[in-house]
């Protein structure tokens, strides 16, 4: 996804060392040696070089409440001591839409069909532009603040409107889904967001028949997100678009928790896209402001390599721009001895034609 400077993942991953060997580098300093071939080296450097920054998954919770335990669907954990739910999140800063997310119901009409993400891998390997180019956008969130939050709807709509979390916590209708992300650097992960469908909130606004695309923006904090200074020849903000049936579908989803907490500010707190039969890229995060337009929408990816990253994006494993995207790699599956992420051969629309091919047929 880069783009002035040429990092390792924009090389066609046959021609390079396995990109789980180099992910993350200095928390996989370890397997990055032993795929290298030197696992002797490895261990011995372990000690000497450290791994010492390796967080924990409290570490990487960082949620505006602090670190709400978990009661959701996603494991059927039950508290011990029989607190209800109020009692259990985390008191001082209750918005309904904290309370709203945790008994959200799992979906059981969406399934894996592969083992899930560990919690740690999906919250610690984020993108996240804004605050860093690298996976490490977990230890630069700290000034960022998703409370409170409003988001806008305009455009061509009848009932143009700003919404806060505690509006969208009444009149969303939450759910659990077990979706699978697929990343154009071909990495991917199972996870359990928290939410509801994006139709459920366009339909709020009323859309005019005219409205045939959905634009959605991030937030532009240049003083909470040190990325976006450090690139300011980007088109901030960050932007991505839709067309209306897209937004539409039954699969396109707003997350506001993930593993049945609140999504963590690395993850795109508080609001976040979730197509699952598209390019991660798509997924936009921390989002402000949904305009419903009849041209196309510039996207942020797309106003800077046009020819790498199109307007539709849906995941093909025909396609080889930029690189070969047939197969990938599982997150958080690269600790076993020698490393080796665990592959999958990609699916069309990653396995969701089902539901979204239909939209495709001209
Ligand atoms: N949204 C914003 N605002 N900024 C970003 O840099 N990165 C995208 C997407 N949404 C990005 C974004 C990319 S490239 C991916 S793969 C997903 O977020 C990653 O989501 P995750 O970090 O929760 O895995």
């Not at 969208?168 to 209708?173: E, H, L």
């Not at 889904?177 to 996870?191: F, P």
């Not at 049936?245 to 989803?253: V, W």
């Amino acid at each position: 996804m880069q783009y002035f400077v040429r990092r390792p993942w924009d090389l066609p991953h046959r021609e390079i060392t396995e990109e789980s060997a180099y992910h993350s580098r200095k928390q996989h300093r370890r397997e990055f040696l032993q795929v290298m071939g030197i696992a002797g080296i490895a261990g011995a450097t372990t000690g000497l070089i450290g791994c010492g920054s390796e967080p924990t998954l409290e570490d990487l919770q960082t949620t505006p409440t602090g670190r709400p335990p978990k009661i959701s669907a996603s494991d059927g954990t039950a508290d011990p001591n029989n607190r209800t739910t109020q009692e259990l999140v985390d008191p001082g800063l209750p918005t309904e839409v904290e309370l709203a997310v945790y008994p959200a119901e799992r979906n059981d009409e969406f399934q894996y069909g592969r083992d899930e993400t560990p919690e740690k891998a999906a919250l610690q390997y984020t993108n996240f532009y804004e605050f860093s180019q690298e996976k490490s956008s977990w230890q630069l969130v700290r000034d960022f603040k998703p409370r409170p939050w409003t988001v806008e709807i305009d455009g061509l709509c009848d009932k143009p409107m700003q919404l806060d979390l505690d509006d969208i916590a009444k009149k969303m209708t939450f759910e659990e889904r077990a979706y699978r992300h697929r990343c154009v650097e071909t990495w991917a992960m199972c996870v359990p967001w928290t939410g509801f469908e994006l139709a459920q909130l366009i339909q709020l606004a009323e859309p005019k028949p005219s409205a045939k695309y959905v634009r959605m923006e991030t937030v532009n904090r240049p003083d909470e997100m040190p990325g976006i200074n450090a690139t300011p020849d980007y088109p901030w903000p960050y932007a991505e678009g839709l067309t209306i049936e897209e937004a539409m579908n039954k699969l396109t989803f707003i997350a506001t928790g993930i593993y049945g907490k609140l999504l963590p500010k690395q993850n795109g707190s508080p609001l976040r896209l979730v197509t699952p039969w598209k390019y991660g890229f798509k997924c936009i995060k921390s989002i402000v402001k949904i305009t419903l337009t009849a041209e196309q929408p510039k996207t942020f990816w797309n106003t800077l390599i046009p020819e790498r990253y199109g307007f539709t994006a849906n995941v093909d494993p025909q396609e080889t721009i930029p690189w070969p995207q047939n197969s990938e790699w599982m997150l958080g599956t690269n600790e076993g001895f020698f490393g080796g992420a665990k592959r999958y051969p990609t699916e069309k629309y990653n396995g969701y034609g089902e539901y979204v091919a239909k939209l495709y047929v001209s």
